[in-house]
């Protein structure tokens, strides 16, 4: 497992490797074009530390080589729901590429994701964002961001 942290806003996010290796397989798939999808997991330590358990790829979209925005039709909150109750994992942010770029964020995707903080339906006062780098060849950086307060902050090693 990775473990990365903020230690400004005390906030920790722990995922496993396996992920960056099924998201870069993905890439690399919608090369040239964005792709996106959901990160599902659980809070642990009162609710400081984030564990993303897997990803659930966007059934519906609209993107481009520079544009993803996932669209949360029926049939997505039907999947979501049914892994919710199954696998007792919740939706705790939201991951998307940025193809022949970095993974720094771009102000649509702060704003974008200011509104998924301030969505009382999802009810998730962090949530995270990961964005991932990458070229033909595969990922060149990734990197996890969460909001506190309107604010966003990026994870780092610890
Ligand atoms: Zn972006």
Do not use: C, R
Not at 119 to 146: A, H, M, Q, R
């Amino acid at each position: 497992m990775v473990n990365l942290i903020n230690k400004h806003v005390g906030l920790e996010v722990e995922f496993d490797e396996s992920l960056l290796k099924e998201l870069e397989q993905i890439a690399i798939k919608h090369y040239p074009n964005e792709i996106g999808g959901y990160l599902l997991g659980k809070y642990e330590s009162k609710n400081k530390k984030a564990v993303v358990y897997k990803q659930v790829l966007a059934l519906s979209y609209i993107n481009s080589p520079t544009i993803f925005k996932h669209i949360v039709d029926d049939e997505t909150k039907v999947l979501l729901e049914k892994t919710f109750e199954e696998e007792g994992i919740h939706y705790i942010g939201e991951w998307h590429t940025h193809p022949n770029s970095n993974s720094g964020y771009s102000q649509t995707d702060f704003k974008a994701l200011k509104k998924v903080a301030n969505d009382k339906k999802t009810n998730i006062e962090n949530p995270i964002l990961l964005i991932i780098g990458f070229n033909k060849k595969g990922i060149k950086d990734y990197s996890f961001y969460v909001i506190e307060n309107n604010k966003i902050f990026k994870y780092e090693k610890e």
